[in-house]
């Protein structure tokens, strides 16, 4: 069964750093491009980042550019997102997602979400 | 970038009813990577379609996908109590993805 887990969300000041990770389990994670998307309270879906299965290529949304790094650790089944100078507008649920199989163009399994709180 | 705009911003519909949910994008976009999610309070989203009309395993045959080129459809044949929830379209363009701001099918 694929699972996706993350972790490390919690409350921070603005300007502060957080890092997530997200726990990955049931399938070949290195075979699979991982993606970062988030959920302010109330709002729609965004997309943050994505890496490629060998952290060859990485992208990000505008709006977290020079602040979050996504990375991965294929040994550990292991997806990452570091984000410094946080702001206010930064808080969201961030999910964790896998692209779809057979590379289609899609997110087919999601994590549950880890909060993440920027107040002062 | 590609701005993807839904429609309508809810939808108010009786069960056994047929929702329609309208996806347009700012410009043509491959077919292929038009995708629609279910998503329901405090859960996280659900692939619905990719490809703009192929089911995601496990989707009931009452959840179809249409379009091409900027206008993409959601139809849900006969809506059941189970299917109220917000359901947003993505599409990925050049590295990037995008979301449309989502509608919600709640219950007349």
């Known amino acids: 069964e694929v699972q996706l887990v993350e972790s490390g969300g919690g409350l921070v000041k603005p300007g502060g750093s957080l890092g997530l990770s997200c726990a990955a389990s049931?399938?070949?994670?290195?075979?699979?491009?991982m993606y970062w998307v988030r959920q302010a309270p109330g709002k729609g879906l965004e997309w943050v980042s994505s890496?490629?299965?060998?952290?060859?290529?990485?992208y990000y949304v505008d709006s977290v550019k020079g602040r979050f790094t996504t990375s991965r650790d294929n040994a550990k089944n292991a997806l990452y997102l570091q984000m410094n100078s946080l702001r206010v507008e930064d808080t969201a649920v961030y999910y964790c997602?896998?692209?779809?199989?057979?590379?289609?163009?899609?997110?087919?399994?999601w994590g549950q979400g880890t909060l993440v709180t920027v107040s002062s | 970038e590609i701005v993807l705009t839904q429609s309508p911003g809810t939808l108010s519909l009786s069960p056994g009813e047929r929702a329609t949910l309208s996806c347009r994008a700012s410009?043509?976009?491959?077919?292929?990577?038009l995708s629609w999610y279910q998503q329901k309070p405090g859960q996280p989203p659900r692939l619905l379609i990719y490809?703009?009309?192929s089911r995601a395993t496990g989707i009931p045959d009452r959840f179809s996908g249409s379009g091409s080129g900027t206008d993409f459809t959601l139809t849900i044949s006969r809506l059941e109590p189970e299917d109220f929830a917000v359901y947003y379209c993505?599409?990925?363009?050049?590295?990037?993805?995008?979301f449309g701001q989502g509608t919600k099918v709640d219950i007349k």
């Open positions: 997602a896998r692209r779809g199989a057979d590379g289609a163009y899609c997110y087919d399994y």
């Open positions: 049931g399938f070949t994670f290195s075979s699979y491009n």
């Open positions: 890496i490629t299965t060998t952290s060859a290529y990485i």
């Open positions: 410009q043509s976009i491959s077919s292929n990577y």
């Open positions: 490809g703009a009309s």
């Open positions: 993505q599409q990925y363009g050049s590295s990037i993805w995008t």
